[in-house]
């Protein structure tokens, strides 16, 4: 499994928030100061990303197809940059300028 896709998580902490033990590996905050990234959200309850609630919640049926459908609108966004270079490179560019 690659470096940058490996972490170790802890119990969750007071409130039920789950924290990383190892913040030298890069989270999305961290990845997307280096390179364009889309971190979409949806919602398969009404508990928070990270918490017991929720990672209870992702097995269910019910948050099979909200899963699906983001996942699927994340490959189609991903086709259409590969196929469409200008595109691409517009994204690109916006990114950087937005650094600066």
């Known amino acids: ?6 972490q170790t998580v802890q119990e969750p902490a ?4 789950m924290e990383s033990h ?3 590996k890069p989270d999305m905050s961290h990845v997307s100061q280096i390179v364009p990234t ?5 919602a398969v309850c009404s508990a928070p990303n990270r918490c017991r609630e ?3 919640a992702v097995g269910y049926k019910e948050a099979q197809i909200p899963t699906l459908l983001m ?3 994340m490959g189609l966004t991903d086709l259409e940059l590969i196929y469409d270079s200008e595109l ?3 994204v690109r560019k916006n990114f950087f300028e937005g650094l600066g």
């Open 22 to 24: 190892d913040a030298e």
């Open 38 to 42: 889309i971190e979409p959200t949806f």
């Open 71 to 73: 996942a699927k609108a």
């Open 88 to 90: 691409l490179k517009q």
């Open 1 to 6: 499994m690659s470096e940058l896709s490996t």
């Open 54 to 56: 929720f990672a209870a």
């Open 14 to 17: 007071e409130g039920g928030a």
